[in-house]
Structures are given as structure tokens and as C-alpha cells.
């Protein structure tokens, strides 16, 4: 088990001992590396389907007559961050889902991970 959530009919001791349990410096830290690595995780799997068009984009910026193509990189820039938002909602959503509201145990990153 990688996480515990607080049942909906829970008594007024089981949600104090859970909110303090998950207010806890430790489950802050551990939800912290949760986002970073789900953010890494749909990132990397993002870059993996579409790496050869931001190539293309990253050596159109460091190619020395990127001044008669900038409109060609200016193009990519809205694709980029379109890209990005899917991939930050996505991972915002699996973030809700699987860690908050929930106490993470240990071992909770490779759960994530391959979720």
C-alpha cells in the first residue's frame, strides 16, 4: 500500500490523528518530491513523442542565422507552452488522485511512477 486517505465517515480522533499526520513536515516533503516526479514523469514521456520537433526548435535557436529565422522559432514558442499546460494539467490531475488527501508511506514514488 502505497497511501492511506482518510475514510468519509471517519471519527473526530481519526481525522486529528490524519490532519496531523498529513500536516507533518515529513508528508509536506514527500508530497513536494510527488509533484516533481510526476511532473518528470509526463514531462519525459512527453519528450519521448515529440522530441524531434523540439529539436528542430532547439537547434533553429542556436543555429548562428536565427536572425532570419526567428518568426520559424517564434512559431514553436505557443506549441511549447500549449504542450507544456497539457502536461502540467495532466500530471495536476494524477497529483489529485493519487496524493492529495492521502498519507504517503514509503516506497510511494516508484507507485507514482508506474501508476
Known amino acids: 500500500m502505497v497511501s492511506k486517505s ?6 473526530e480522533l481519526e481525522r486529528a490523528v490524519f490532519f496531523t499526520v498529513y500536516n507533518s513536515r ?40 536565427t536572425a532570419e529565422y526567428i518568426w520559424y522559432t517564434m512559431a514553436f514558442i505557443p506549441g511549447l507552452i500549449f504542450w507544456l499546460r497539457i502536461y502540467f494539467k495532466s500530471a495536476l490531475k494524477e497529483y489529485r488522485r493519487l496524493v492529495k488527501n492521502h498519507i504517503l508511506n514509503k516506497g510511494f514514488i516508484r507507485g507514482l511512477i508506474f501508476a
Open 26 to 65: 515529513q508528508q509536506r516533503f514527500n508530497r513536494s518530491v510527488a509533484m516533481i516526479a510526476l511532473l518528470i514523469k509526463y514531462i519525459s514521456c512527453g519528450l519521448i513523442l515529440v522530441w524531434p520537433v523540439y529539436l528542430l526548435f532547439i537547434l533553429l535557436l542556436v543555429s548562428p542565422a
Open 6 to 11: 482518510l475514510r468519509d465517515n471517519a471519527s
